[in-house]
């Protein structure tokens, strides 16, 4: 039994030099080309006549058009679409895609257009060759920003028709083999990208033969010396276990043989890549790699699959906790097989690998294996399905993501999955990634259940939603109504499809909220220009429709929504109105200009947004000085940040108002709090036994929650700096108060900000 890292080679037979061109006329092609065509068209034997022929028509177009072009390494170039087409091939990918890959390169490289591709050779395949060439357009830049672009364009064209990526697979499947051949100074640039964005993709569809020789071929160019000495290492095991792993072939060959079953026992080696990856995670020598061989059984049924197990399990020990069932929960990308670990002859750790010839199928080819399928004429469900809800799910990211960084942000989660299995209390299992939590499994049944969310059951018991679940769990979630997604989750989930869901629900919050405070601050800037309320949006729909074609929105919405967020000034916008107003012929209220003009000079006008804190995204109460109701305040419109309070003695406000005093408004406190709200306080205690607990304990009994507590190192004195959430003001007195006449305390004050002069 012979082991190999290298591609299979294909024999080719000569072909005619000389054929017709697309137009008909004669075309004299190198013998060399035409041979490597020959070797193409002997895999096309799963088309029809009238396919093929189209195949032939466009391999001799793009020979036209790449006339004259050479690779790195002196062959005519066109030898390399002809390469990608058969990989494509051995896919049994369909027609379409053959002649795309053939004219893959031509738009960019030939001057040739889409609308010329179209006319020969129709619109699905000018929609492939448009989709490739936009690809290799894409530079992964190592800015962050500009490659997670890259990645957004990237996956969305692979989204929309899976062939394009299939065929920029097989291109730089073919790259990567004659990477040699380039200036050397290239091969960690295209290598890197190669292992980092490729190889994941590969992988997530399931294309674990395309996955396993990008990995070894970039591991070849990145690290040339570290490849060839694990190379020779890997010859010497070789030839040392080869008696053992032959005998190991032989023995299983036959205990298959004696219950009947009909299989096909091969033998398998892990990749450089692989062993090297081990070697560094888990910081072992080559000496300690104990599974670098293994076989993989293909027979004839799922029972099969089962029964070749317990012949293999009676034959050899098994090594415990090595045995996965991949059948039963096949992993995310589709893979199904059943893995084992015995220990062979002379202490030999192998791996079996026990699937169905269809599971073989999927394993090695993923996503493509709906053509290879169709191409067989399989009569069993096919897998055209295979990462279609992963593709799906990047349109719906991109829908609720509009941000390229963090469309990125959310998928790059998905390309490296590790799998955990857990279940319904119907039993339904739900394969999710490694470190997921009760709010991913939440939203992996729904986007409505996750995000109405509350609590949750983990094997009966009463479990935190930050929870990370573990294979076998059962999981139960309980939903509320009212409930709504906690911006705090975004801190834990760990699935694109929740995180995507979570944010998108917050945005549209925000939004939404903005636009109601927008129109709250229009309001009141209309009483200051004598205008007692907002027009009705309906009622004056043209006088909307003036104001907007003057701002540049849309919407009504959407400019009460940069009002909110402080993107626009109210009293600008006011202004405006009040003008477009005076042009109807309507007059400002003199009484009510001149009361709210006297207004402006007191504490607060009638206009004021009251608060209670039970506002949301769009208000903000500043952690420099930490206002609780009571306090004198001031309202402040930053630029995208909503509306920020601050106390009205806080340094930062009062710079900010010197600065942008346009940008304050009038804000006044409700009459009763819907929450509690933070502020600071420090105490000074004579330091000794049970001192803080005595502090904890006087807040406790002052009905104040701690939120935050630090110290200086302990001395003679020592001072307890606190956040604590209080009722109002005069709660935060009482606090102090009740501070003042504990035994151990020296001093205590409320941390108030420094007002500038």
């Known amino acids: 039994m012979a082991f190999s890292h290298s591609a299979t080679q294909v024999s080719t037979t000569p072909a005619p030099s000389g054929a017709a061109s697309a137009d008909g006329a004669a075309l004299i092609i190198d013998e060399g080309v035409a041979s490597c065509f020959a070797a193409l068209l002997a895999q096309l034997d799963y088309l029809d006549a009238a396919e093929s022929q189209q195949v032939q028509l466009a391999y001799r177009y793009a020979y036209q058009a790449h006339s004259g072009q050479l690779r790195s390494s002196g062959e005519p170039y066109i030898t390399h679409p002809i390469a990608v087409a058969q990989l494509c091939a051995s896919w049994k990918l369909d027609a379409q895609a053959l002649i795309a890959a053939l004219l893959h390169d031509a738009m960019e490289d030939c001057g040739i257009?889409?609308?010329?591709?179209?006319?020969?050779?129709?619109?699905?395949?000018?929609?492939?060759?448009?989709?490739?060439?936009?690809?290799?357009?894409?530079?992964?830049?190592?800015?962050?920003?500009?490659?997670?672009?890259?990645?957004?364009?990237m996956l969305l064209a692979m989204a929309r028709d899976v062939r394009v990526i299939l065929i920029k697979l097989a291109d730089r499947t073919h790259n990567m083999r004659t990477l040699s051949d380039m200036p050397r100074s290239k091969w960690r640039r295209i290598s890197s990208e190669t292992l980092e964005v490729y190889a994941p993709i590969a992988h997530r569809l399931g294309l674990n033969q395309t996955y396993r020789e990008l990995q070894d071929l970039s591991f070849r160019h990145l690290h040339p010396w570290r490849y060839d000495t694990l190379s020779k290492a890997v010859a010497r095991s070789r030839n040392r276990s080869r008696e053992s792993v032959q005998k190991m072939q032989t023995e299983v060959d036959a205990a298959l043989a004696c219950v009947g079953m009909s299989a096909v026992v091969t033998g398998r080696e892990k990749t450089l890549y692989a062993i090297y990856q081990k070697m560094v995670d888990q910081h072992l020598s080559f000496a300690q790699v104990s599974d670098l061989y293994g076989f993989r059984v293909v027979v004839r049924s799922v029972l099969d699959c089962y029964t070749a197990l317990g012949v293999l399990h009676q034959a050899y020990k098994p090594v415990p906790g090595k045995f996965k069932d991949h059948i039963a929960i096949a992993k995310l990308n589709g893979y199904q097989s059943l893995h084992t670990t015995l220990v062979g002859p002379a202490g030999l750790n192998v791996e079996f690998q026990i699937r169905t010839e269809e599971m073989h199928i999927v394993a090695?080819?993923?996503?493509?294996?709906?053509?290879?399928?169709?191409?067989?004429?399989?009569?069993?469900?096919?897998?055209?399905?295979?990462?279609?809800?992963?593709?799906?799910?990047?349109?719906?990211?991109?829908?609720?993501?509009?941000?390229?960084?963090?469309?990125?942000?959310?998928?790059?989660?998905?390309?490296?999955?590790?799998?955990?299995?857990?279940?319904?209390?119907?039993?339904?299992?739900?394969?999710?990634?490694?470190?997921?939590?009760?709010?991913?499994?939440?939203?992996?049944?729904?986007?409505?259940?996750?995000?109405?969310?509350?609590?949750?059951?983990?094997?009966?018991?009463?479990?935190?939603?930050?929870?990370?679940?573990?294979?076998?769990?059962?999981?139960?979630?309980?939903?509320?109504?009212?409930?709504?997604?906690?911006?705090?989750?975004?801190?834990?989930?760990?699935?694109?499809?929740?995180?995507?869901?979570?944010?998108?629900?917050?945005?549209?919050?925000?939004?939404?909220?903005s636009a109601g405070l927008g129109e709250k601050l229009l309001a009141q800037a209309l009483r200051a220009e004598g205008v007692e309320q907002l027009p009705d949006m309906q009622q004056h729909a043209a006088l909307w429709d003036r104001l907007l074609r003057a701002t540049g929105y849309r919407a009504p919405s959407e400019l009460l929504t940069d009002i909110g967020l402080g993107r626009r000034i109210a009293g600008i916008i006011a202004k405006r109105l009040v003008g477009l107003l005076m042009e109807d012929g309507l007059r400002p209220d003199a009484v009510l200009l001149s009361r709210e003009r006297y207004a402006a000079h007191e504490s607060v006008s009638q206009g004021a947004i009251t608060?209670?804190?039970?506002?949301?995204?769009?208000?903000?109460?500043?952690?420099?000085?930490?206002?609780?109701?009571?306090?004198?305040?001031?309202?402040?419109?930053?630029?995208?940040?909503?509306?920020?309070?601050?106390?009205?003695?806080?340094?930062?406000?009062?710079?900010?108002?010197?600065?942008?005093?346009?940008?304050?408004?009038?804000?006044?406190?409700?009459?009763?709090?819907?929450?509690?709200?933070?502020?600071?306080?420090?105490?000074?205690?004579?330091?000794?036994?049970?001192?803080?607990?005595?502090?904890?304990?006087?807040?406790?009994?002052?009905?104040?929650?701690?939120?935050?507590?630090?110290?200086?190192?302990?001395?003679?004195?020592?001072?307890?700096?606190?956040?604590?959430?209080?009722?109002?003001?005069?709660?935060?007195?009482?606090?102090?108060?009740?501070?003042?006449?504990?035994?151990?305390?020296?001093?205590?004050?409320?941390?108030?900000?420094?007002?500038?002069?």
């Open 113 to 153: 257009t889409k609308a010329d591709l179209v006319e020969r050779f129709g619109m699905p395949v000018a929609e492939l060759v448009d989709g490739l060439t936009k690809l290799d357009k894409l530079q992964f830049d190592t800015r962050e920003e500009n490659q997670a672009e890259s990645f957004r364009k």
């Open 364 to 513: 090695e080819a993923g996503v493509a294996a709906h053509w290879l399928y169709k191409a067989r004429q399989s009569e069993g469900e096919t897998n055209q399905s295979m990462g279609s809800k992963w593709l799906q799910s990047l349109l719906d990211i991109q829908d609720e993501t509009r941000d390229a960084a963090e469309f990125w942000d959310h998928v790059k989660v998905d390309l490296f999955p590790d799998s955990v299995y857990v279940f319904t209390p119907k039993s339904r299992i739900l394969a999710l990634p490694s470190g997921a939590t009760v709010v991913d499994f939440a939203y992996a049944i729904h986007s409505d259940i996750g995000d109405r969310t509350v609590a949750a059951r983990i094997n009966h018991e009463q479990m935190p939603l930050r929870t990370v679940l573990k294979n076998g769990d059962v999981v139960e979630v309980e939903t509320a109504q009212g409930a709504r997604p906690n911006p705090a989750w975004l801190g834990f989930v760990r699935t694109a499809r929740a995180r995507s869901k979570i944010r998108h629900y917050l945005k549209s919050l925000v939004q939404t909220e």
């Open 611 to 757: 608060l209670d804190g039970s506002e949301t995204a769009p208000v903000q109460y500043a952690s420099c000085c930490r206002p609780v109701p009571g306090d004198a305040i001031v309202g402040y419109l930053g630029k995208g940040e909503g509306l920020v309070v601050h106390h009205a003695r806080c340094g930062v406000g009062q710079r900010l108002q010197r600065k942008d005093a346009e940008r304050f408004i009038a804000v006044d406190w409700a009459d009763e709090p819907a929450r509690l709200f933070e502020t600071g306080i420090v105490v000074t205690v004579n330091n000794g036994k049970g001192v803080l607990a005595r502090v904890a304990s006087e807040l406790a009994s002052s009905e104040a929650d701690i939120v935050r507590m630090d110290m200086d190192d302990a001395m003679a004195t020592t001072e307890l700096r606190f956040v604590i959430a209080v009722r109002d003001l005069a709660h935060v007195e009482a606090v102090l108060r009740n501070l003042r006449r504990a035994p151990a305390v020296v001093r205590v004050w409320r941390v108030l900000p420094q007002q500038t002069s």
